[in-house]
């Protein structure tokens, strides 16, 4: 299957000039790249979100193959969704799915099915891609695609990531799509976005998981998140970093409503 693309030409630019030089002045030329376990990286419009993503991924040592989440928006497809063969294009080529290592962790993970519907039309996977492609052009990924599930579940998939990638030799980077808290005042969202960015912060998905309940705390993407996180330990991981934190509001100047966005490196031990 080839996935076309979605929202180039509204997410990001449509053209590959201008989409080269928009991921330019967003991206971070001078960073120091580390060998980090994971990431997480928001998933708006470059113009609210792109310099967060810039950031964090200008960290990056990337890896042959990214194996990136995302939460399912659409409401399409199967509830935990891997594509496990195929191609993504973005204006700056194709992106092939590294089969292999889809194949190992849909057996290693069992909530996971094969399954293109949820990914159609999808954006929080698409927006990375570019990214990825300007420094490294051939990387590969395996894309996955989740709806709302229990923590045990999120876990499982995560161990089911971590196992694979240790079964077939692969030090896979592990990308959580996610932005923040939506669509309340700037004083607000900035307080429950600390309050989640804390706990990834101390690698504790638990913790994570109770406080957006408890809170309210709109983060889409924190599905995603806590598997990224139970994944990155049982690979090693043993630290994180904050290396942006903005929220919409700080581009447009509107603090009544803003959706928060945050870059976080999960740091191998």
């Known amino acids: 299957m080839i996935r076309k693309p979605v929202v180039a030409g509204m997410f990001y630019p449509g053209t590959a000039p201008l989409l080269r030089q928009k991921i330019e002045d967003l991206i971070d ?10 990431l997480v990286s ?7 979100s792109g310099h967060v993503a810039g950031a964090v991924i200008s960290r990056v040592l990337l890896k042959d193959t990214v194996v990136i989440m995302g939460p399912n928006h659409t409401g399409m497809g199967r509830p935990f969704s891997i594509m496990a063969e195929g191609v993504w294009q973005t204006p700056l080529g194709d992106v092939e799915i ?4 889809a194949t190992a962790i849909m057996e290693a993970a ?3 099915e094969e399954d293109r519907v949820a990914h159609l039309d999808e954006h929080s996977i698409e927006v990375q891609l570019p990214f990825l492609q300007y420094f490294k052009q051939d990387v590969k990924i395996v894309p996955i695609v989740l709806a709302q599930g229990t923590g045990d579940i999120y876990k499982e998939i995560g161990k089911g990531i971590a196992e694979a990638c240790k079964a077939l030799g692969r030090e ?4 959580a799509s996610s932005d923040m808290n939506h669509y309340e005042p700037q004083h607000i969202a900035s ?8 706990a990834i912060l101390g690698l504790d998905e638990d913790e994570l998981i109770r406080r957006v309940a408890e ?3 709109s983060m889409c993407g924190y599905g995603p998140t806590v598997v990224m996180l139970s994944a990155c330990k049982q690979m090693g991981a043993t630290g994180a970093e904050l290396v942006s934190h903005q929220t919409s509001g700080d581009v447009t100047g509107d603090h009544y409503s ?7 490196l999960i740091k191998r031990g």
């Open 191 to 198: 307080e429950k976005d600390n309050m989640a960015i804390e």
């Open 215 to 217: 809170f309210r705390i």
């Open 110 to 112: 069992p909530p996971l």
């Open 42 to 48: 928001p998933h708006a419009g470059y113009m609210y």
């Open 98 to 101: 590294d089969s292999d290592l």
């Open 172 to 175: 896979a980077v592990i990308m």
């Open 258 to 264: 803003v959706v928060g966005y945050a870059g976080i």
């Open 29 to 38: 030329k001078g960073a120091v790249k580390e060998d980090v376990a994971g």
